[in-house]
């Protein structure tokens, strides 16, 4: 299943170390003004390489847009993009070959084909996500004629928490949090789980403004459930909480429940949708995001032979997935909406 | 969309205050031994009135199964199920025609469809997840044909955890909890809120056994995703976590990995599940169950004309909700896992 | 796979001699007028034991909406409809439990799922199309409303051709054909060959009007395509063309092209699709019918174990199903084209 | 709608004249041997500019693999295959953005979009379906693994029908027709149209062989209904029949029935499918062709203007799409099996 959505559709395809990866996006509608320009920009926040708290991997991910677009117009027809893996080291993977690396799905992919690329995740590493954000990105594009916005930011890395949120803060910091006192301990904690050869998880916000009242289908196309599923679809997501979250098992009802007067809602703690429909509040919803498994540090772990052996993963790797995961969340809320309000 | 599933596909359809409520199940295998009993015991566990903690609204919830089955075996073709509603009182919610009941989704129905049934939420109503429950029934014949086992229990309800788990407790206590010191304090704070006029939430974790390593899918298809999904489809769900959930957001990378040796994996962070694809270990996923929005104290609120008013609810409701979201949760869960396990 | 379309979502379930049959539909636009009665007018066009060329079963087909519809209006959520079934004498199958019928799907379907419901066809009798029936009456009131309408007649019966064509001649005789002379000779046709233990196949034509240029979509979305697959999930359609149709064989192509001047086009052999999109012609669709496979005349068979042996029908069957075929054909067009046309 | 199937899914991309033409592939058997080479073969047997009868388009249709295969299998993972366009012509097409062509889809498309790729008709061009016979090569590789072969042959063209079938013969003519003295009929009849500046029509047939019975599902997944399905998204697929097909409409029950001893079915009317179930006999399908609508004579015709012209198209067009049709049509029934087969 490499196909998001039934109105606007994206089948994403590619692994990490083979030519190429890309999207076919279906149900764009024609007209829409969309060029190459406007998917490099999002491509180029989620690019690799940037500064010195992401991987070393140097990709340009240059995209190529192979149809459904005619004199800078989308028509109608799907359209497919290619972005070219440059940076390939497959031999870098070589030894990987005949080991399990743990919190990775090479032992799970193992067992559900017979065989696996062994290059770096092949299609279960955090490169295929390139792709959703270029469809995001023809997403946004939707969702920005209709006045919708989708803005993601950091609230928690490690034990580091935003206790504030601007959000003109968000592109000042290579963390991407609005609170700019606790960005700079956020990159702190990075470094230092990265000198001492380890990764750190943390929490994202994402916050959806200018959806009308009214989106979203009882019972199986609840606008939450749809949201949820696609930011699961993101391999370091582990939890998904919406408005108030988990803290409403300690709530009563009272407390809870969003009461109205003639100005509209009083509270937001449903975190904008009721019964799986939007509310016309902010849609509010943040997800866990965990340590990137790939650390230098020694791990115990088996081969396909079974036999136990230590690793001690050398390649190029994100000490903390969070701020790259950012714009590939806002792209999977970007396309579940888009295939919601698409004609 | 009132389906779900693709292979194993289940269809429900009903209001709370219609003539009927049901589902379609389509993909069952034939040969199935099915019958009344079957479902009707899953809908005994979810049904209201048992107890004094649940709703006074008396169903006894009755299934008749109209099509599919044959000679007590299903035949591969749809099974329709039908539950005929039998305490309705529509005229308990006639006050509810011109007021949105806070928490509910009354507002968000009207802006969606320009107008809705009334009549105790209508299709939003909890009363549709009896549907999902028979469903659930059947896809748990399927489950235990292969060895697979999904078990629900409440972990929180307001401030009580459950600090230990023994699994015979589950059933002997009236808020199925595996703690029996905590049962009868979560027992109290139910009847306590009630009191109060209020309700309160709470916090469910499903334990899946016996799921073989190397189900489900890269990328849309990732188990972990599907099954999230389908819990937040649950009109009270706020929030889905797996294994460590969202503590990963503070855990450095040598913490979280499940690292392995031949015995297996060393722990269980991941919840089952990597990279989408089971692991072979227990499926360990917990939810947010928000109070029941439908509460005794007043509340400021409108109606569909704007004007404000205090609203009061005096239906038949559930002080908690988290006994009765158990079965339901787990069945959901069992209709996923039956959609990829279904041959 | 019993579901058809996406946004106007029909499921039907139910077998011949079962307790019921019926459908859910999904999809169907909030304030639609809808009531048993308008649905009962499509079902009574389709009922057996109407007149003299009709099977004997004699049932009401009286349906029931369980859901759906609120103070005589579409909710926009599902609409589940069911017909009991109740002149079934499974006693007149018995002898079939242990043969193979000629021209059924017995032996397929036991091939495909390992046992069968022998009662009647089970799922595989044309009982099964009342359920469509019903949907497609819903369909066809939303089409009304865009001022679509969906007429079927019978244009041969065995050696039999219409030559002329008058609209208002189609609900005057048994055969629903359009030409007063060629209707009772094909009247006779039906009565001569069950007068022999023998049934009579034949050609029937659906005239689509008034859809608007523009309907369908490229590639795998044809409008054609999609109307040809309704079509063929109907038991005894065993061809479908369009427009010139098998004629386009020996045309060239200056011949068979559509050609235009300022008040449209001049022909339409097209059938009015063009690259699978309505030209907003006229839509001209065919099927080939084939004789009911039931007959009372001995045919040589064998029955589960490969013995060989002869078998008589002695049933009541149709000597001709052309008649009634015509409102589930267009029942299933009314379908698709309320699956394209809903919002 | 570009996505056919739902296990085994192919999605196609790409206009006649813009960068590329190309598909996803999802749900392959991960295993399967494949390369380039063997969908070269089949794309060699579309591809134009082979001989006389053909357009002169050069296209060499070199394939590249982008992502899905690993060391020469497939990996389970999307297969996306591209294809550059080279010998594009835009400038032959620049008088054509005034001007509807009869026969084709411009002015269904215009009315769709509301705009258009007037290259070529862009995305509804022929050149769309080496996408298919791609994406089919693929499909014939599963299906050969399970023993089932698809061959398609040309039965009519123009005036004259094959008489005979020898499948050796249908490699042997520029025709792909099995009867040796009809071929070079056939070919004269074409090559005469082409001397009128006409174009010429005709009947394909498909054989598949293999299928064990058991193939196919009730209602709506009729194994009929799918192959008709996929055989009407060809552009110039006007009818689809199978075994006795129209025929049937003259026909009595007791010829038309296929009886049955202990050696098997005694005839095969019914095409090899009974009850949408496969019959274990040879599958057998034609399809209508009509002639290719671009053609030098002069015609009458609008603009999107709405004024009249004349046009002669002057392109480079095939006189008789027939037997380029004939591995799209093959490669169409080759997915739509591989879509029910594919584990």
């Known amino acids: 299943m490499n196909t998001f959505g039934s109105r606007f559709q994206v089948t994403t395809f590619g692994e990490s170390h ?10 764009c509608p024609p007209g829409l003004l969309i ?26 991910d240059k995209v190529e847009i192979l149809s459904g677009v005619f004199e800078g117009k989308a028509t109608g027809t799907p359209i497919a993009l290619i972005i070219r893996n440059k940076d390939t080291r497959p031999e870098d993977y070589e030894g990987l070959r005949d080991v ?7 032992r ?46 950091a609230v928690q890395i490690g034990s580091i928490h935003a206790e504030a949120f601007d959000e003109t803060e968000i ?54 459930a749809l949201i949820a599923y696609g930011l699961f679809t993101i391999g370091s997501v582990k939890g998904v909480e919406f408005g108030a979250g ?10 809870n429940n969003d009461q109205m007067d003639s100005t509209g809602y009083l509270s937001n703690n449903a975190g904008g949708i009721l019964g799986g429909i939007s509310t016309g509040q902010e849609i509010i919803v ?7 498994p790939s650390i230098g540090m020694p791990q115990k772990t088996v081969g396909p032979d079974g036999k136990e052996r230590m690793i001690r993963i050398s390649g190029r790797h994100d000490p903390c997935i969070v701020p790259r995961v950012i714009p590939v969340a806002e792209a999977m809320i970007a396309i579940v909406l888009a295939d919601l309000l698409a004609p």
Chains 1, 2, 3, 4 share one sequence.
């Open 35 to 60: 060029d190459e320009e406007l998917i490099q920009k999002e491509l180029d926040r989620r690019r690799p390489g940037k500064n010195p708290l992401s991987s070393k991997r140097n990709e340009d």
């Open 246 to 255: 988990f803290a409403v098992g300690c709530m009563h009802g009272h407390m």
């Open 108 to 153: 799970s992919y193992l067992e559900r084909y017979g065989f696996r690329d062994h290059r770096g995740g092949g299609r279960s590493s955090g490169r295929e996500t390139a792709a959703r954000v270029a469809a995001g990105a023809v997403a946004k594009k939707i969702l920005s004629q209709q006045g919708v916005t989708v803005v993601g930011h």
């Open 286 to 292: 943040r997800c866990a995001i965990k340590p990137t």
């Open 18 to 27: 083979g030519p190429a990866i890309g999207c076919v996006i279906d149900g």
């Open 100 to 106: 399990f690396r743990p919190g990775h799905a090479d």
């Open 171 to 224: 592109t000042r910091n290579a963390v991407s949090c609005g609170d700019k006192t606790a960005a700079p301990l956020m990159a702190e904690a990075i470094i230092a789980a990265q000198s001492e050869k380890d990764s750190i998880g943390g929490i994202i916000e994402i916050l959806v403004r200018g959806v009308k009242p009214g989106l979203g289908n009882p019972v199986f196309g609840k606008l939450d």
